[in-house]
């Protein structure tokens, strides 16, 4: 994928300045202002090439701020980085990216961002917050998440798997984390496991 977007983000501004380029020879000649056809073209280009170039735009950046890669380059977040090879199976980010349950380019992005009707605008909204604070806030200690965590965002995976529903606490509470009345992080309160980074607990394969 990220092949995919540095193509296209290349092949963005060649294509423009090709559009530009025959317009300014297009223009030289009179074409655009002599003809009802140019008048047209004009019109076109004013009109429609900023929304495309704007829109492929915001296309590549989301594409590009939703991989894995793009959040491990903030230096706070190396430690969280490390804790998916962290040697524990109690810890979750760490299960889940060893067990390849999510997407391995988009690790971050696939927990961290709320199923909902709007969730990935909520999701790109925070992590502007995030870029704001990393260059010109004061950066907590140990980060924290804006609100609690949701349960959808277990439960938009796990709530028709097999595995979670042979398990007899979720059976016997399913309708209270369904509802949130009672939170998944209740049971499962370890995400990531910093202290087994520190200690360079890590899961190597034989």
Not at 8 to 30: C, D, E, K, M
């Amino acid at each position: 994928m990220r092949k995919e977007t540095h193509l296209l983000a290349i092949l963005i501004p060649i294509v423009i300045a090709v559009v530009v380029l025959v317009a300014l020879i297009a223009y030289s000649a009179g074409f655009l202002t002599e003809s009802r056809l140019g008048h047209l073209v004009l019109l076109g280009g004013l009109g429609l090439l900023p929304l495309v170039v704007s829109g492929a735009g915001v296309a590549v950046g989301v594409s590009e701020s939703s991989q894995t890669q793009f959040c491990m380059d903030c230096h706070e977040m190396e430690p969280y980085g490390k804790s998916l090879f962290v040697d524990n199976a109690n810890a979750l980010a760490a299960v889940h990216y060893q067990k390849r349950l999510i997407s391995r380019d988009a690790t971050c992005y696939a927990c961290h961002t709320d199923y909902a009707l709007f969730g990935d605008a909520k999701a790109k909204l925070n992590g502007l917050r995030h870029v704001w604070v990393h260059y010109f806030g004061t950066i907590p200690p140990q980060p924290r998440l804006y609100q609690p965590y949701p349960n959808y965002n277990c439960l938009h995976c796990h709530n028709d798997a097999r595995p979670f529903l042979e398990v007899e606490p979720h059976r016997e509470h399913r309708a209270e984390l369904q509802s949130g009345a009672r939170s998944c992080l209740t049971c499962h309160d370890l995400a990531h496991d910093l202290e087994g980074v520190k200690a360079q607990n890590f899961w190597q394969p034989e």
